[in-house]
C-alpha cells in the first residue's frame, strides 16, 4: 500500500524581508550552530547544516519570499537575486 502526503495549491508568494549580501555568497545556516569562541572568531559546523549560495550577481540586497499552502503551512522560501 502507498501512502502519499496529500499537495495543496499555494498561495501567491509574499514578502518577508530582504537579505544583504557582500561578499556575492548567500549562506543558508541553523543558528544554534553557530559557535563563537572568545577571540570572536565563528566557526561554522563541518556537517552538513549549512550551505553557501554564490549570487553570480555579486553584492546587493535580495527580497526574500514565502509560499504558503492553502492551510497556511510554509513549503516555499525563495530569494530573488534578479
Known amino acids: 500500500m502507498i501512502i502519499s502526503t496529500p499537495v495543496y495549491p499555494l498561495n501567491k508568494p509574499k514578502c518577508i524581508g530582504k537579505v544583504a549580501v557582500d561578499s556575492g555568497v548567500i549562506s543558508v ?3 544554534s550552530h553557530i ?3 572568545k577571540t570572536g572568531s565563528i566557526n561554522l559546523p563541518s556537517y552538513n547544516l549549512y550551505t ?3 549570487t553570480e550577481v555579486g553584492d546587493g540586497e ?3 519570499y514565502e509560499c504558503r499552502d492553502r492551510q497556511g503551512g510554509l513549503r516555499k522560501i525563495i530569494i530573488d537575486i534578479q
Open 52 to 54: 553557501e549560495i554564490n
Open 29 to 31: 545556516i541553523d543558528q
Open 35 to 37: 559557535k563563537v569562541d
Open 62 to 64: 535580495y527580497k526574500i
